[in-house]
């Protein structure tokens, strides 16, 4: 069993990344917002610098975790008839890495889902018995029936919600497509899961839908990947249930403020993963919204906001943005302001100051087109539209090697033949392994931090 140091509690900065600086004219403030969580005794943490902090002792700490694990159990899951037991070996693995006192339960999934353990309306403890007892009760996980993600979500949230934790967590495997309910029965869980808990999706195999994974991950705000072969599956699952057992804060909210005016055009989690965060603003008090990220433990991630503000003119300047990390007090309701940074505009006639473009804004940038391109890529290729596909995964090419992302760069390479990375020059290969393309169409949207 994982051991998990609880002695600290974390801390939270905010640091703000810009060009300031606007021609006449110019509206479009852009901003990279650093957040930073630190010293909550798990691992991976970014050290503070000179940044705003606020520790969240007492009132925003989570009182411990509940966890809820879906194992696929449709009919597939026996082609070939290892993949069950690999799914079995996973969920146990999982279970293993438990913290004591985590609250847990496992789901069987086909058409309908059903509670595997402890199966009783409710989420066990995990301690040496039970830890037991749910891997006995895998034995009677089984492939057989159809599939019907939304149903699994639902009773994952019914029995989080039941329970008296602060951290909710799924983690959930797929081998197929969401043949067993109409898209929006799956769209309208997804709508009734969110921000109740947090979601890391996994497809086994090759014969699963990308779009419907990621989209799981990214609606409830987790991970998405593929384990290819069936046999990764237990040391990806103890890491995803290693990296829930590091979380220490939820329902951390990116709170902006604009001036009357102005107007926030997007909101997207750039790093470590991009995810456009614009559409899920609710609405804070006069002028601010709240904008999701999900749970915390010691990590860093960063965030693209962009602003359009109203034309003000030369030498004049104006607060285009504060934004603040709240957390819900669970005693009054009320929001806790973490931490805090400041998005500013200064209209200048300086055109070197004016026109330069600040080096995370700009990274950023990048980053968020190579995951855009690649998804337009693939899907040209898919459609038999070849010279729109070599066009767009040589544009990630290009993007890649630029913002030295080593990762993708590999990825791309399994799909397109490199001639000059530099210039994006590629030949699509004849012939890509589906578990190559799925690989790179899941992974798309991970991101590498801007260069120091």
Same mark, same amino acid.
């Given at each position: 069993?994982?051991?998990?140091?609880?002695?600290?509690?974390?801390?939270?900065?905010?640091?703000?990344?810009?060009?300031?600086?606007?021609? @006449? !004219?110019?509206?479009?403030?852009?901003?990279?917002?650093?957040?930073?969580?630190?010293?909550?005794?798990?691992?991976?943490?970014?050290?503070?610098?000179? #940044?705003?902090?606020?520790?969240?002792?007492?009132?925003?700490?989570?009182?411990?975790?509940?966890?809820?694990?879906?194992?696929?159990?449709?009919?597939?899951?026996?082609?070939?008839?290892?993949?069950?037991?690999? *799914?079995?070996?996973?969920?146990?693995?999982?279970?293993?890495?438990?913290?004591?006192?985590?609250?847990? #339960?496992?789901?069987?999934?086909?058409?309908?889902?059903?509670?595997?353990?402890?199966?009783?309306?409710?989420?066990?403890?995990?301690?040496?018995?039970?830890?037991?007892?749910?891997?006995?009760?895998?034995?009677?996980?089984?492939?057989?029936?159809?599939?019907?993600?939304?149903?699994?979500?639902?009773?994952?949230?019914?029995?989080?919600?039941?329970?008296?934790?602060?951290?909710?967590?799924?983690?959930?495997?797929?081998?197929?497509?969401?043949?067993?309910?109409?898209?929006?029965?799956?769209?309208?869980?997804?709508?009734?899961?969110?921000?109740?808990?947090?979601?890391?999706?996994?497809?086994?195999?090759?014969?699963?839908?990308?779009?419907?994974?990621?989209?799981?991950?990214?609606?409830?705000?987790?991970?998405?990947?593929?384990?290819?072969?069936?046999?990764?599956?237990?040391?990806?699952?103890?890491?995803?249930?290693?990296?829930?057992?590091?979380?220490?804060?939820?329902?951390?909210?990116?709170?902006?403020? =604009?001036?009357?005016?102005?107007?926030?055009?997007?909101?997207?989690?750039?790093?470590?993963?991009?995810?456009?965060?614009?559409?899920?603003?609710?609405? #804070?008090?006069?002028?601010? !919204?709240?904008?999701?990220?999900?749970?915390?433990?010691?990590?860093?991630?960063? +965030?693209?906001?962009?602003?359009?503000?109203?034309?003000?003119?030369?030498? @004049?300047?104006?607060?285009?943005?504060?934004?603040?990390?709240?957390?819900?007090?669970?005693?009054?309701?009320?929001?806790?302001?973490?931490? @805090?940074?400041?998005?500013?505009?200064?209209?200048?006639?300086?055109? %070197?100051?004016?026109?330069?473009?600040?080096? @995370?804004?700009?990274? +950023?940038?990048?980053?968020?087109?190579?995951?855009?391109?690649?998804?337009?890529?693939?899907?040209?290729?898919?459609?038999?539209?070849?010279?729109? %596909?070599? #066009?767009?995964?040589?544009?990630?090419?290009?993007?890649?090697?630029?913002?030295?992302?080593?990762?993708?760069?590999?990825?791309?390479?399994?799909?397109?033949?490199?001639?000059?990375?530099?210039?994006? =020059?590629?030949?699509?290969? *004849?012939?890509?392994?589906?578990?190559?393309?799925?690989?790179?169409?899941?992974?798309?949207?991970?991101?590498?931090?801007?260069?120091?």
């Amino acid at each position: 069993m994982a051991n998990f140091s609880k002695s600290n509690v974390p801390q939270f900065s905010v640091e703000v990344y810009q060009n300031e600086f606007l021609p @006449q !004219g110019g509206r479009e403030v852009n901003a990279i917002v650093t957040v930073a969580s630190t010293g909550g005794g798990t691992t991976g943490g970014v050290p503070l610098s000179g #940044a705003a902090s606020a520790d969240v002792s007492g009132s925003g700490r989570a009182a411990g975790a509940g966890v809820v694990i879906m194992v696929d159990c449709s009919g597939s899951m026996d082609y070939p008839p290892t993949k069950m037991r690999n *799914a079995r070996d996973a969920t146990a693995a999982a279970i293993d890495t438990l913290r004591d006192g985590t609250a847990f #339960a496992v789901v069987g999934g086909t058409h309908v889902a059903k509670e595997v353990y402890p199966g009783n309306g409710r989420l066990a403890v995990a301690d040496a018995r039970t830890r037991v007892q749910a891997k006995e009760a895998l034995r009677s996980l089984a492939a057989g029936g159809g599939t019907a993600i939304g149903t699994w979500l639902r009773l994952a949230d019914r029995l989080l919600g039941a329970a008296d934790v602060g951290i909710r967590h799924g983690i959930l495997l797929t081998d197929g497509r969401n043949e067993h309910e109409a898209p929006e029965d799956l769209r309208a869980a997804l709508e009734s899961c969110a921000g109740r808990f947090t979601c890391d999706a996994r497809g086994v195999g090759t014969d699963w839908e990308v779009k419907e994974v990621t989209g799981i991950a990214s609606a409830l705000l987790g991970t998405a990947d593929i384990v290819a072969d069936p046999a990764g599956l237990s040391a990806d699952f103890r890491r995803m249930m290693e990296n829930a057992m590091g979380k220490e804060v939820a329902d951390v909210a990116l709170r902006l403020w =604009t001036p009357v005016g102005a107007e926030i055009m997007f909101v997207k989690q750039v790093a470590p993963t991009v995810v456009d965060l614009t559409g899920r603003r609710t609405g #804070a008090g006069p002028r601010a !919204g709240d904008y999701p990220t999900g749970s915390w433990g010691d990590e860093s991630r960063d +965030y693209h906001v962009c602003i359009r503000v109203p034309e003000a003119g030369i030498g @004049q300047e104006m607060l285009a943005s504060r934004v603040s990390l709240v957390l819900p007090d669970p005693a009054s309701g009320a929001p806790r302001t973490l931490s @805090q940074g400041l998005v500013r505009a200064v209209w200048t006639d300086d055109m %070197a100051a004016s026109t330069s473009i600040n080096p @995370q804004v700009a990274h +950023y940038t990048g980053q968020a087109e190579l995951a855009q391109v690649i998804q337009q890529g693939l899907d040209a290729r898919k459609s038999g539209d070849f010279d729109s %596909a070599t #066009a767009k995964l040589g544009r990630a090419v290009q993007l890649a090697s630029a913002s030295g992302n080593e990762d993708t760069a590999k990825l791309l390479s399994k799909v397109v033949d490199v001639v000059d990375a530099a210039t994006g =020059t590629v030949r699509l290969k *004849a012939k890509v392994a589906e578990a190559d393309s799925m690989t790179l169409e899941t992974r798309s949207t991970k991101t590498v931090r801007v260069k120091k």
